[in-house]
């Protein structure tokens, strides 16, 4: 499997060959526009509309870092969320979360990153589709396990029948984390810390091996996978990055829609 650029209008994407469009749109945002920006500037909004023109509606989160995910219909065009397994736990805005999950044709899931890793879930068969948000917190609490759980309950989704897409993220080349967290994920995710770069750096963490991990630990073949190799930190022309720019980063969005709606 591999990524591949997608020149639109205004916006250059990402995108993989394990999902083709006409079972699931789909995109993985870049920094990089074609035109000058509006004024007050909208990428974000200005991209969805040009990834997934025909979505009948949009959902978002509030990320926080968290193992949240909600599932996703639409009533009278607007999203409707519902908390995990909780039918009752009902939102008509944008709830706190990390992850979206949906079998509604006709819903844009959006998640927003700046190092860390988006990841599209989609079954073919069933027609079932998730996005995940997962920094070094929703990795190391194994946030992708607790969506699979919550796709194979609600929708009955056979983990062999996943396909996962992994967009750009951080990679070990320039995440480098403190000692303590490096402890706690060598205890979670062995083989995941690369060794300081130089005397005065600290260990460095691949989180894009953990995922790798957590998805076969939940049953995702390897070849239904698709990582990204693109390094969101040393690539400031192509991506943001909270790393590099702190609090002047911009976001990134990741797009997962299925079509017929």
């Given at each position: 499997m591999a990524f591949y650029p997608s020149y639109g209008n205004k916006f250059l994407a990402l995108k993989s060959t394990l999902f083709p469009d006409g079972e699931?749109?789909?995109?993985?945002?870049?920094?990089?526009?074609?035109?000058?920006?509006?004024?007050?500037?909208?990428?974000?909004?200005?991209?969805?509309?040009?990834?997934?023109?025909?979505?009948?509606?949009?959902?978002?989160?509030?990320?926080?870092?968290?193992?949240?995910?909600?599932?996703?219909t639409l009533a009278g065009g607007d999203p409707v969320y519902r908390a995990g397994d909780n039918d009752a736990a009902v939102a008509h805005e944008p709830p706190e979360g990390d992850a979206l999950l949906t079998a509604a044709p006709g819903i844009g899931l959006v998640v927003r990153t700046a190092d860390c890793f988006p990841l599209i879930l989609f079954d073919p068969h069933r027609r079932v589709a998730?996005?995940?948000?997962?920094?070094?917190?929703?990795?190391?609490?194994?946030?992708?396990?607790?969506?699979?759980?919550?796709?194979?309950?609600?929708?009955?989704?056979?983990?062999?029948?996943?396909?996962?897409?992994?967009?750009?993220?951080?990679?070990?080349?320039c995440y480098e984390v403190d000692h303590r967290l490096a402890d706690m994920y060598t205890s979670e995710f062995p083989d995941t810390i690369?060794?300081?770069?130089?005397?005065?750096?600290?260990?460095?963490?691949?989180?894009?091996?953990?995922?790798?991990?957590?998805?076969?630990?939940?049953?995702?073949?390897?070849?239904?996978?698709?990582?990204?190799?693109?390094?969101?930190?040393?690539?400031?022309?192509?991506f943001h990055s909270w790393r590099r720019d702190g609090r002047q980063a911009g976001r990134m969005i990741t797009l997962a829609f299925l079509p017929g709606g």
């Open positions: 699931l749109v789909h995109g993985f945002g870049t920094r990089i526009r074609f035109d000058e920006p509006t004024d007050p500037p909208a990428p974000e909004r200005e991209c969805l509309q040009e990834l997934a023109p025909a979505a009948a509606g949009v959902a978002w989160l509030r990320q926080i870092h968290s193992t949240a995910a909600w599932r996703v998730a996005v995940v948000h997962s920094g070094w917190r929703g990795t190391l609490a194994r946030i992708t396990s607790r969506v699979m759980d919550q796709l194979i309950r609600r929708f009955g989704v056979r983990p062999a029948d996943i396909h996962a897409a992994v967009g750009p993220g951080i990679q070990g080349c690369q060794p300081p770069a130089g005397p005065r750096s600290g260990p460095r963490l691949d989180l894009a091996a953990c995922l790798r991990r957590t998805l076969l630990d939940a049953g995702v073949p390897a070849r239904q996978q698709d990582f990204c190799p693109l390094c969101t930190a040393c690539n400031p022309l192509l």
